[in-house]
């Protein structure tokens, strides 16, 4: 298979050791490419191994973006992932973006809420990177939404404790709600901000 070419034109965001670009075969992916130099945590390999993990254990991946593997790229070895994307093909909003332009009620949002830790406990998934822009609502039906994860799954780095959360229910639970509670720290501040009419620090 030839090698995928990625430009600054297919470039969607750039975290803080990856950036993301829309595949430029198929626009219902998108590639995530290592950029960091030097020591890093390698975010790829920490997502595929987990995310594979589940497949293994048959787990509900209704709210997780799938992954498809690797791919060789111009800018090095890339993971493909499906795109966020609506019901009607649109892009997918993250949920900071929603909770900042108070596009959802705030009733809805702990709905939303409410329904991806449920899934969360009930699958033992760890989502451990808790940003809301790692978080995408999706609109599944017309003014329909759930929340996807886009990224921040399974470990930070590589280690003992990353296996010992794999294969251990009694940590994952205690990682899940530990991971919980920061999530819903974030989240509460962010709808402050919201209401005072101010943006995110971060990205949206």
Request: with cysteine; charged share 30%; hydrophobic share 35%.
């Given at each position: 298979?030839s090698q995928i070419q990625l430009n600054e034109s297919l470039?969607?965001?750039?975290?803080?050791?990856?950036?993301?670009?829309?595949?430029?075969?198929?626009?219902?992916?998108?590639?995530?490419?290592?950029?960091?130099?030097?020591?890093?945590?390698?975010?790829?390999?920490?997502?595929?191994?987990?995310?594979?993990?589940?497949?293994?254990?048959?787990?509900?991946?209704?709210?997780?973006?799938?992954?498809?593997?690797?791919?060789?790229?111009?800018?090095?070895?890339?993971?493909?992932?499906?795109?966020?994307?609506?019901?009607?093909?649109?892009?997918?909003?993250?949920?900071?973006?929603?909770?900042?332009?108070k596009i959802l009620t705030l009733k809805e949002q702990k709905?939303?809420?409410?329904?991806?830790?449920?899934?969360?406990?009930?699958?033992?998934?760890?989502?451990?990177?808790?940003?809301?822009?790692?978080?995408?609502?999706q609109e599944i039906q017309k003014d329909k939404y759930k929340?996807?994860?886009?990224?921040?799954?399974?470990?930070?780095?590589?280690?003992?404790?990353?296996?010992?959360?794999?294969?251990?229910?009694?940590?994952?639970?205690?990682?899940?709600?530990?991971?919980?509670?920061?999530?819903?720290?974030?989240?509460?501040?962010?709808?402050?901000?919201?209401?005072?009419?101010?943006?995110?620090?971060?990205?949206?």
């Amino acid at each position: 298979m030839s090698q995928i070419q990625l430009n600054e034109s297919l470039l969607i965001a750039k975290g803080g050791e990856r950036a993301c670009y829309l595949h430029p075969l198929d626009n219902s992916k998108v590639i995530k490419i290592l950029y960091t130099q030097g020591n890093h945590n390698n975010q790829n390999k920490l997502e595929y191994i987990y995310i594979n993990d589940l497949k293994r254990k048959k787990t509900d991946l209704s709210h997780i973006t799938d992954c498809y593997g690797f791919i060789s790229t111009n800018l090095g070895e890339g993971l493909v992932f499906d795109r966020a994307l609506n019901y009607d093909g649109k892009p997918t909003k993250s949920f900071r973006y929603m909770v900042a332009n108070k596009i959802l009620t705030l009733k809805e949002q702990k709905k939303l809420i409410e329904e991806l830790k449920q899934y969360l406990e009930k699958n033992l998934i760890l989502f451990v990177d808790t940003s809301l822009t790692n978080l995408f609502c999706q609109e599944i039906q017309k003014d329909k939404y759930k929340i996807i994860i886009v990224d921040g799954l399974g470990s930070k780095r590589m280690g003992f404790k990353f296996w010992l959360y794999r294969n251990f229910k009694g940590y994952t639970k205690y990682k899940i709600k530990r991971q919980w509670a920061k999530f819903m720290k974030m989240y509460e501040k962010d709808v402050k901000r919201a209401e005072l009419g101010k943006r995110p620090f971060t990205r949206l």
